[in-house]
């Protein structure tokens, strides 16, 4: 049950006179707290009950998705400067520190924030690790290359006036990729007397289907589509036209894969069983058979979009978890759109080609997997090279009294992760949504993928000047091939150990 108002003003005002210690709370008891009704956040160790500012939350469903846990590298990534400076002033905490950056007087903060502020968290003893932290890092919330970013690019924008989280050109290319998505669908089952034309009219299906993913939904689920929130949304749940769950992607991408880049049992884009049909990283479990992996990977990465709209999304529904990220209750609303997301792709994409077309069932078939196919490997691909290669890093945790911790920074993480291609291409951005700036991403998942050329310079040289490398691929032909010689590398990895050992 969430605290009253009377219960939540007394521990933030005993907190904010300096005199009484303010009050303590357990991670099982924070975790208690972890839905829509009922949602305690911790943010740099202390605690806040935030479930009255839910319903009012400018980004919708962000403020829960990971409800009773700690969300500190979510609110860092996705507030501006200003919000965190109001917050850390207002709790009088240390950390306040934004080179040269004001704190400005705000009466809704002065007013509101000490009712949200209920105590802070009380650390473990011994060996037991902390169950609703994940992963700390060091510097957490104060890391002075994140911070000296963040202020630059934020200025940067203040410059030029223009809002990060919305760029123009993406509502031209949101109409064009769902009417050219709608168009090679009607073709595929319906339009063309030939098979073999059909077929071509799958292939762009399956590419318009992988461009609502990049182009379109992924900037909505990160917030960073438009500033009327109900437009965002209702873009953001386009996944679900395509037959994936935007519920469930939120949770594996944005709460697990941003929160914890390359970081084998937290990262679940990298999750593997054991055995498993990939190694992707010196962490995971090897078989012999992982030495050819970087030849039987490529073709089966098109099989990733059907696992994901027919097998992914229920798995995690039954079982409640995506790799480590567990999967909260979800609303109403969210469940509506899962359920009625998967009966109308299910709907369009079986039921009407079966009654409608001219095809026989086993035409209707090919068509579909040809098009899931396509779709499976321009999405695989394009995300593939940004983590899952040569250049990037796979952090290793530690547990340090208590805590699992990495021996960096959050946003230096980012950067040692990840890696860019063909930046200098226009084209590229638009095709890959943006992916090929996959740095900037990273580091400002809330910014419009349109706005990253302009930061570019900015993060490149921010990232110089702390001597974090900043890498990039010339193109996209470099980037695959480091790939694919990572797949090889860490397929090998064990053997050639063993014969040099």
Same mark, same amino acid.
């Given at each position: 049950?969430?605290?009253?108002?009377?219960?939540?003003?007394?521990?933030?005002?005993?907190?904010?006179?300096?005199?009484?210690?303010?009050?303590?709370?357990?991670?099982?008891?924070?975790?208690?707290?972890?839905?829509?009704?009922?949602?305690?956040?911790?943010?740099?160790?202390?605690?806040?009950?935030?479930?009255?500012?839910?319903?009012?939350?400018?980004?919708?469903?962000?403020?829960?998705?990971?409800?009773?846990?700690?969300?500190?590298?979510?609110?860092?990534?996705?507030?501006?400067?200003?919000?965190?400076?109001?917050?850390?002033?207002?709790?009088?905490?240390?950390?306040?520190?934004?080179?040269?950056?004001?704190?400005?007087?705000?009466?809704?903060?002065?007013?509101?924030?000490?009712?949200?502020?209920?105590?802070?968290?009380?650390?473990?003893?011994?060996?037991?690790?902390?169950?609703?932290?994940?992963?700390?890092?060091?510097?957490?919330?104060?890391?002075?290359?994140?911070?000296?970013?963040?202020?630059?690019?934020?200025?940067?924008?203040?410059?030029?006036?223009?809002?990060?989280?919305?760029?123009?050109?993406?509502?031209?290319?949101?109409?064009?990729?769902?009417?050219?998505?709608?168009?090679?669908?009607?073709?595929?089952?319906?339009?063309?007397?030939?098979?073999?034309?059909?077929?071509?009219?799958?292939?762009?299906?399956?590419?318009?289907?992988?461009?609502?993913?990049?182009?379109?939904?992924?900037?909505?689920?990160?917030?960073a589509y438009s500033n009327i929130p109900k437009l965002g949304y209702l873009m953001s749940v386009s996944l679900d036209f395509i037959g994936a769950s935007s519920f469930m992607w939120r949770h594996q991408h944005v709460v697990g894969h941003h929160s914890f880049t390359n970081v084998n049992n937290y990262d679940p884009d990298i999750r593997v069983k054991d055995p498993d049909v990939r190694r992707v990283s010196p962490d995971q479990p090897k078989q012999a058979y992982h030495r050819y992996q970087h030849l039987y990977l490529g073709p089966l990465y098109g099989l990733l979009a059907l696992k994901g709209v027919l097998i992914d999304d229920f798995v995690a529904f039954i079982s409640g978890s995506i790799g480590s990220i567990e999967i909260p209750e979800m609303t109403s609303l969210e469940s509506y759109i899962f359920w009625g997301g998967k009966l109308l792709y299910a709907l369009y994409m079986f039921v009407l080609p079966a009654v409608f077309s001219n095809y026989n069932t086993l035409a209707i078939v090919c068509l579909y997997i040809v098009?899931?196919?396509?779709?499976?490997?321009? $999405?695989?691909?394009?995300?593939?090279?940004?983590?899952?290669?040569?250049?990037?890093?796979?952090?290793?945790?530690?547990?340090?009294?208590?805590?699992?911790?990495?021996?960096?920074?959050?946003?230096?993480?980012?950067?040692?992760?990840?890696?860019?291609?063909?930046?200098?291409?226009?084209?590229?951005?638009? $095709?890959?949504?943006? $992916?090929?700036?996959?740095?900037?991403?990273?580091?400002?998942?809330?910014?419009?993928?349109?706005?990253?050329?302009?930061?570019?310079?900015?993060?490149?040289?921010?990232?110089?000047?702390?001597?974090?490398?900043?890498?990039?691929?010339?193109?996209?032909?470099?980037?695959?091939?480091?790939?694919?010689?990572?797949?090889?590398?860490?397929?090998?990895?064990?053997?050639?150990?063993?014969?040099?050992?």
């Amino acid at each position: 049950m969430a605290m009253n108002k009377t219960q939540v003003g007394t521990y933030a005002t005993s907190n904010f006179g300096g005199e009484e210690k303010p009050t303590r709370f357990g991670y099982e008891t924070i975790r208690r707290h972890c839905k829509p009704g009922d949602c305690w956040l911790i943010i740099w160790g202390k605690v806040y009950d935030v479930t009255s500012w839910v319903p009012h939350h400018p980004g919708g469903s962000f403020i829960y998705m990971r409800a009773g846990q700690d969300v500190t590298q979510l609110f860092d990534s996705y507030h501006p400067l200003w919000v965190r400076c109001r917050m850390l002033y207002l709790l009088k905490c240390s950390k306040c520190k934004v080179h040269g950056h004001s704190i400005y007087s705000l009466s809704w903060f002065r007013e509101k924030l000490p009712r949200y502020y209920i105590g802070e968290v009380e650390e473990s003893s011994g060996d037991q690790l902390k169950p609703c932290t994940g992963i700390e890092y060091d510097a957490a919330g104060q890391e002075d290359f994140y911070l000296t970013l963040k202020q630059r690019v934020e200025a940067h924008f203040m410059r030029l006036k223009v809002n990060p989280r919305v760029h123009p050109h993406m509502f031209i290319k949101s109409i064009i990729v769902l009417a050219g998505y709608i168009l090679c669908y009607y073709l595929t089952f319906f339009g063309l007397p030939s098979f073999w034309f059909s077929l071509l009219f799958a292939v762009a299906t399956g590419f318009m289907a992988a461009e609502v993913g990049l182009s379109i939904q992924h900037d909505a689920n990160h917030g960073a589509y438009s500033n009327i929130p109900k437009l965002g949304y209702l873009m953001s749940v386009s996944l679900d036209f395509i037959g994936a769950s935007s519920f469930m992607w939120r949770h594996q991408h944005v709460v697990g894969h941003h929160s914890f880049t390359n970081v084998n049992n937290y990262d679940p884009d990298i999750r593997v069983k054991d055995p498993d049909v990939r190694r992707v990283s010196p962490d995971q479990p090897k078989q012999a058979y992982h030495r050819y992996q970087h030849l039987y990977l490529g073709p089966l990465y098109g099989l990733l979009a059907l696992k994901g709209v027919l097998i992914d999304d229920f798995v995690a529904f039954i079982s409640g978890s995506i790799g480590s990220i567990e999967i909260p209750e979800m609303t109403s609303l969210e469940s509506y759109i899962f359920w009625g997301g998967k009966l109308l792709y299910a709907l369009y994409m079986f039921v009407l080609p079966a009654v409608f077309s001219n095809y026989n069932t086993l035409a209707i078939v090919c068509l579909y997997i040809v098009m899931e196919l396509v779709a499976g490997w321009v $999405l695989a691909f394009l995300f593939q090279v940004a983590h899952v290669v040569e250049a990037a890093s796979f952090p290793t945790v530690v547990p340090v009294n208590g805590s699992l911790r990495v021996p960096n920074g959050w946003a230096a993480l980012q950067v040692s992760t990840t890696v860019n291609f063909s930046t200098d291409s226009m084209l590229w951005t638009h $095709l890959s949504g943006g $992916l090929n700036f996959q740095i900037e991403h990273h580091l400002f998942p809330a910014v419009c993928h349109m706005h990253y050329p302009s930061i570019q310079h900015i993060v490149k040289a921010t990232c110089s000047e702390f001597n974090l490398p900043y890498k990039c691929y010339p193109n996209l032909w470099h980037a695959l091939r480091a790939h694919f010689a990572h797949l090889k590398k860490v397929g090998l990895y064990d053997f050639e150990f063993r014969l040099n050992g």
